[in-house]
T-cell receptor, first 113, second 111 residues
């Protein structure tokens, strides 16, 4: 069974630009969560999608948004990039939002210059 | 507020036992997780506790005390490959399943 895949793996953008990251969950998994990981703050929850609906959102500004498609693939978008958005963005999938085991993808390393 | 505390770094010797502690204060509680993350890699699931007590899985065990807001991860017969960051996370009931992570404990295993 293929694991969670994320594309692209690495990305360099400049301030003010926008970026879209993609996550394909494990086949059969319907819940996708997104996290931002930085050395200073650790792993922080961004949002969770289940069956194309956003179930929950963390404490991030409205520049961070996401969506989920009918095949459970998910995208997150960050508009008007800031230097502080440089981070590893991880997505994790699970069978449902109540499933206790999440499987993480390898992440997208975003660098904003 | 939400707060999860764990030591920043620990060092242990190959073959020894190490205990990584985690204390939490969250608005709700619906389970505590431990993840292992090697440098440059994604976190991988290690254990899940929702009831008080000890859960054992091979060389790894995890303990939970809900009344004390406390958990620990016990690693036995340490191997060099156990050098990694260990992340404690709490599922907040009020958030319908959000995981709130601690900042992780970087464990270095020395020969």
């Amino acid at each position: 069974k293929a694991g969670v895949t994320q594309t692209p793996r690495y990305l360099i953008k400049t301030r003010g630009q926008q970026v879209t990251l993609s996550c394909s969950p494990i086949s059969g998994h319907r819940s996708v969560s997104w996290y931002q990981q930085t050395p200073g703050q650790g792993l922080q929850f961004l949002f969770e999608y289940f069956s194309e609906t956003q179930r929950n959102k963390g404490n991030f500004p409205g520049r961070f948004s996401g969506r989920q498609f009918s095949n459970s693939r998910s995208e997150m978008n960050v508009s008007t990039l800031e230097l502080g958005d440089s981070a590893l963005y991880l997505c994790a999938s699970s069978l449902s939002s109540r499933d206790y085991e999440q499987y993480f993808g390898p992440g997208t390393r975003l660098t904003v210059t | 507020g939400q707060n999860i505390d764990q030591p920043t770094e620990m060092t242990a010797t190959e073959g020894a036992i190490v205990q990584i502690n985690c204390t939490y204060q969250t608005s709700g509680f619906n389970g505590l997780f431990w993840y292992q993350q090697h440098a440059g890699e994604a976190p991988t699931f290690l254990s899940y506790n929702v009831l008080d007590g000890l859960e054992e899985k091979g060389r790894f065990s995890s303990f939970l005390s809900r009344s004390k807001g406390y958990s620990y991860l016990l690693l036995k017969e340490l191997q060099m490959k156990d050098s990694a960051s260990y992340l404690c996370a709490v599922r907040d009931r009020g958030s319908q399943g959000n995981l709130i992570f601690g900042k992780g404990t970087k464990l270095s295993v020395k020969p």
